[in-house]
């Protein structure tokens, strides 16, 4: 069995009447290579009326955004023309790269309506050669994604990068890199095998998991040693995981407010690209 090295609660963030919690960075833990930061809001219901999601227009640049919507919606709009609107079970994932903006808020009619919301966000690392290559973005349904069952159907995974047996992706990843939405109904259970290279990325969203003999509870990330390659898993109550793993760039990273790059002096250029109108235009 792979050895847990430590587990990493996630910190109580709010933001505005957002629920928020992250577990990376923290004190503990600055990022797991290449997975670099995650912030998990909700569980809450918004009331009837309400003002949805708080994140209007910002940049980014070098890295990308994995977004996945278990309750509510989330309305994407950014610079480079894409749009859409993504409700429960479905996932976004966009590429930064050399610089967009973008808005992340809720529907007119999640903000009308009111309801339950749980949204989470990962955010990717871009190597080195990729930081500044074209922005993208995808979103998908619920429906649209690739879902298996294991364990008799108490385990249902949405495969969202690279392959589990033989289940391929919904996305193309700009790196490789494996990710998956895990369901496990109480007992459900399955074992997975990740390279020892590999860092792991593993974050239990709901319920309570033993994993490789250990009792872990929601709201918290589990970071790994690398020194063997299973990971055994079984829901001790009906549960939610996201698992990814990836090979480490090992590559310098500088982390500010919305951009990751590899040296300070790309920053700078990063925020004086932003303010020179780079970044494309925006247009309600």
């Not at 209007?56 to 480079?80: A, C, N, Q, W, Y």
């Not at 480490?248 to 109108?277: S, W």
């Amino acid at each position: 069995m792979r050895s847990i090295k430590r587990i990493h609660k996630a910190e109580y963030r709010p933001i505005a009447d957002l629920v928020t919690y992250s577990p990376m960075p923290t004190r503990s833990l600055d990022h797991l290579d290449p997975f670099i930061f995650l912030n998990h809001h909700g569980f809450q219901t918004y009331p009837s009326p309400n003002q949805g999601l708080p994140f209007g227009p910002h940049p980014h640049r070098g890295m990308e955004t994995v977004t996945f919507i278990l309750e509510g919606d989330i309305m994407h709009k950014d610079s480079s023309g894409h749009g859409s609107v993504i409700g429960p079970g479905g996932v976004q994932y966009m590429t930064a790269g050399s610089g967009l903006i973008h808005a992340e808020v809720s529907s007119d009619k999640f903000k009308i309506d009111g309801g339950d919301l749980e949204i989470l966000q990962l955010w990717l690392n871009l190597p080195a050669d990729k930081k500044m290559m074209k922005p993208s973005y995808v979103g998908l349904q619920k429906e649209e994604i690739p879902t298996f069952e294991i364990d008799g159907g108490k385990v249902k995974v949405q495969q969202l990068f690279g392959d589990w047996g033989a289940n391929e992706g919904a996305f193309k990843g700009n790196f490789p890199i494996t990710m998956s939405t895990i369901y496990l109904e109480k007992d459900g259970k399955f074992e997975q095998s990740i390279p020892k290279d590999e860092s792991v990325f593993f974050y239990i969203v709901r319920g309570s998991l033993n994993v490789n003999g250990e009792e872990i509870n929601f709201r918290n990330l589990v970071e790994f040693e690398n020194n063997e390659t299973t990971i055994s898993v079984e829901a001790t109550e009906d549960s939610i995981l996201i698992l990814g793993h990836a090979l480490p760039f090992n590559e310098p990273m500088v982390a500010q407010g919305p951009f990751v790059m590899n040296t300070t002096k790309q920053i700078q250029e990063a925020y004086a690209d932003y303010q020179a109108g780079k970044f494309g235009t925006w247009s309600h």
